[in-house]
Nanobody, 131 residues
Framework: QVELVELGGGSVQVGESLTLTCTYS?????MGWFRQVPGKEREGVAS???????NYADAVKDRFTIVKVNANNTLYLQMNNLKPEDSATYYC????????????????????????????WGQGTPVTVSS
């Protein structure tokens, strides 16, 4: 059974930074970060695969950075210049069922590609940005 464990969420002020980490028990070629607020659909934030493909949602481009370090089984999300609209629960995702979401540049499609039987979600870590 694959496990994904997220850490690093918390409460910050507008303009501050946070780094989320996700440690994984088994590597997936395609991994990424999603976020969700109550009453809304989960949305893609950043994706990264082992072939160098990296994509970001337009809302976070130039502010967030995703890094995948297989040597220590960790996926990072560096979040800078945080805004109140970034407040959400952030989920790490590992896509084991092709086609995987790292092939798509359209982040609105990613959640639909994470519905395979082998795909894995972390438990989520909350982020709150206050003005």
């Amino acid at each position: 059974q694959v496990e994904l464990v997220e850490l690093g969420g918390g409460s910050v002020q507008v303009g501050e930074s946070l780094t989320l980490t996700c440690t994984y028990s088994k590597n997936a070629d395609c991994m990424g970060w999603f976020r969700q607020v109550p009453g809304k659909e989960r949305e893609g934030v950043a994706s990264c695969d082992d072939h160098g493909r990296i994509n970001y949602a337009d809302a976070v481009k130039d502010r967030f950075t995703i890094v995948k370090v297989n040597a220590n089984n960790t996926l990072y999300l560096q979040m800078n210049n945080l805004k109140p609209e970034d407040s959400a629960t952030y989920y790490c995702a590992a896509d084991f069922d092709p086609p995987n979401f790292c092939f798509s540049r359209r982040s609105e499609n990613w959640v639909y590609l994470m519905r395979g039987a082998k795909d894995v979600w972390g438990q989520g870590t909350p982020v709150t940005v206050s003005s």
